[in-house]
């Protein structure tokens, strides 16, 4: 195998949601921080012509000896079927990365203002992409099990909304 | 800032494109063999009943030197305006860490056959995560530069598809 490879933050979260719990991420605001140290604003230039950027970060709080490595109930829930690491999204897996899509509201200077970004305030951040059309796959259908409809249903909703209903 | 973090491969792509190139990853034919010392086949149970993975995985023929830091033309193209790097989805970036959303052909003990994974063979896999539908940002409509649609117009077509064109 290859050898470890040294990953470097590009920024941080640095206002946003305190508390990791499951859901309810709709309404969630937050702020990321490009290291200024390493990066000018050219290194941002356009972002904004992008209504939804993918981030790339480091699930920080995960203890190490709480890694998943084998197979597990999805949210512990015992209804539903156990699936290996590497096919549920839960952030105790191995390398601790977090890809997830969000909305750009507003940047100004080095600071990007999503909505939606499931990552807590101290979250390190690791690369900022584009959400491009051409990568999304809307080529074919998307297959998943039931269980993942029903774990997602409260995901990006707002905690008024589920109060509501 | 955060020290620096270290990632270990959970796998290689074991068969593939050899060469780089930007274009016509539509029919190309992948095996990413998870790493049988680190993980038993329970890590990958149940990934079947997805049928699109997200890759995550670390761009290792870019040279440090290459890596851009601040703003350039997508693709060298000088009509296209001038993006920073996290408003481009190009290899030679901080980190050198891919994304890529591909398809489950079939998996076999810890090999998994994907299609239309844009990793040439030998690239070291960081995560591997299953694509949910909630997760896919279909909420709002995507909002993107008309240089980021003609970009990708080739990206995902087969080579033959162009030839007739």
Redesign the interface.
Known sequence: ??N???????G?VTFGRKETIDDYWGDSKAVIA??A???????????D????I?V?F?F?LVNDQDIL???SHPRGNPVW?????????KKD???K?G???C?IDKIENNFIHVLGLDAVEGT?I????????????N???????EW??T???A??KNKDEIDNE
Chains 1, 2 share one sequence.
């Open positions: 195998m290859a470890e490879i040294i990953i470097k933050p590009i941080h490009l290291d140290k390493q990066f000018s604003q050219r290194a941002i230039q356009g972002l012509s992008f209504s939804h993918e790339i480091y920080h490595t084998a197979d079927p156990k699936m290996g690491i590497f096919a549920q999204r897996r191995p390398n990365i890809v997830s899509i909305t390190p690791i690369d900022i992409k584009p959400v491009m059309t051409g990568f999304v796959p080529k074919t259908e998307i297959r998943e099990p993942a409809k774990l997602m249903c995901y990006y």
